[in-house]
């Protein structure tokens, strides 16, 4: 009888995927849970610190360029964010009155960041972190920023452009 040998990647994916599905208890870390829907690659992702109230839900229609409103400017905690996992974006709002948006892809080895809290956006993989105010990696593994989003303030509503 011949056996194979688990290779590396293998043994990481399933690590990940052990560790994904125990990243987030509820246990009151003082993040805010986004809406949007959990995918299969991270559950819905703690986001602002010392705050307990949700994004609120954008309208329903469209803008001017066509798509739906990804949140409310009011959802966004000044000095904190919001981690959107279906559209693979994070919307953090360093200042008042000031958004920014970044891939939420950490560009490690790919896992999707899952919360912002104490002026950083955390990846639950590997422990990277990147400053709500322009992306730079704050502690690595990561060594590259998180690529910047281009998204539409009109108003209270947020898209993405």
Do not use: W
């Not at 399933?14 to 809406?35: I, K, N, W, Y």
Request: glycine share 12%.
């Amino acid at each position: 009888m011949t056996s194979r040998a688990t290779n590396r990647r293998t043994v990481l994916i399933a690590a990940a995927a052990v560790t994904t599905g125990c990243g987030s208890d509820g246990g009151g870390d003082g993040g805010t849970e986004t809406t949007a829907p959990a995918t299969s690659e991270t559950s819905a992702a703690p986001s602002a610190p010392a705050t307990s109230a949700t994004p609120e839900a954008p309208a329903t229609s469209a803008t001017a360029t066509g798509a739906a409103p990804l949140a409310r400017t009011s959802g966004i905690p000044v000095g904190g964010g919001t981690v959107f996992t279906e559209e693979k974006v994070v919307v953090t709002q360093p200042t008042a009155g000031e958004f920014k948006a970044f891939s939420a892809v950490c560009t490690h080895q790919g896992c999707l960041v899952n919360k912002v809290a104490d002026g950083t956006i955390d990846c639950p993989c590997h422990g990277s972190k990147y400053r709500i105010a322009d992306g730079s990696v704050a502690h690595g593994p990561a060594t590259r920023p998180l690529p910047a989003e281009q998204i539409i303030v009109s108003g209270d509503s947020i898209t993405l452009a």
